[in-house]
């Protein structure tokens, strides 16, 4: 599985909080955490100050409190906890996959459990609430979609074509239907 990582494992880039202005940069890559640094400043003792980087094994990282605190403060406890994990060998590999794939997977859950993976980040929020899970998810459990549900289906948006119950869909698509004639009828007048 290690295969299948790239050589940057986790890229970050923010400024220091308030008053700071200086700017930082974080990569994980797989032997290595390298962290830089711009200052930004308009006092005299830093106009001459050049970018920093400081590169440490991912071992020599894990044993130094001073620049954990520094990525803590800068990029977040959550950071700081997810770089912990890649520097001791424990990598996400769900996180890595492309959205495509993600969804075909996806498309074959239970509604409860999209439900709990919606929950879990923002990356999975968006995909359980994305159009083409919810249409994959359609196609799956009623197999051919006639354009006129198509149609209605993007209209409307897939999720909520998948949760409207069968007859206010057939509504739907008669008052459709209807309109269509209405207005047909209405131009060779």
Same mark, same amino acid.
């Given at each position: ?5 790239t050589?940057?494992l986790?890229e970050?880039?923010?400024q220091?909080?308030?008053?700071s202005k200086?700017?930082?940069q ?13 200052k930004?400043?308009?006092r ?10 400081l590169?440490?094994t ?6 130094d ?6 990525i803590a403060?800068?990029f977040?406890?959550d950071?700081?906890?997810h770089?912990?994990n890649m520097c001791?060998?424990?990598?996400d590999f769900l ?7 993600? %969804?075909y997977? +996806?498309?074959?859950?239970? #509604?409860?459990?999209?439900?709990r993976?919606?929950?879990? *980040?923002h990356?999975f !929020? ?6 083409? %899970?919810w249409? +994959?998810?359609v196609?799956? #459990?009623s197999?051919?979609?006639t354009?006129?549900m198509? *149609?209605?289906?993007? !209209?409307?948006g897939?999720?909520?074509?998948f949760?409207t ?6 509504l739907q698509l ?6 269509k004639t209405?207005s047909s009828?209405?131009?060779s007048?």
């Open positions: 599985m290690a295969s299948l990582l050589d940057t986790f970050a880039r923010g220091a909080p308030a008053p200086d700017f930082y974080l990569l994980v890559t797989k032997t290595e955490v390298i962290f830089r640094w711009w930004i400043s308009l005299s003792e830093f106009r001459e100050a050049r970018p920093g980087e590169r440490e991912h071992d020599d990282f894990l044993d409190p001073s620049l954990q605190i520094q403060i800068v977040g406890a950071t700081l906890d770089i912990f001791r060998g424990n990598y996180v890595r996959l492309p959205d495509p794939l993600l %969804l997977i +996806m498309s074959y859950l239970d #509604l409860e459990d999209i439900a993976l919606s929950q879990v *980040s990356r !929020e968006t995909l359980c609430n994305s159009d083409k %899970l249409e +994959m998810i196609q799956n #459990l197999g051919k979609i354009t006129e198509r *149609s209605l289906a993007q !209209e409307v897939w999720k909520q074509f949760f119950n069968k007859i206010q869909l057939q008669r008052r459709r239907r209807q309109m209405e009828d209405s131009l007048d």
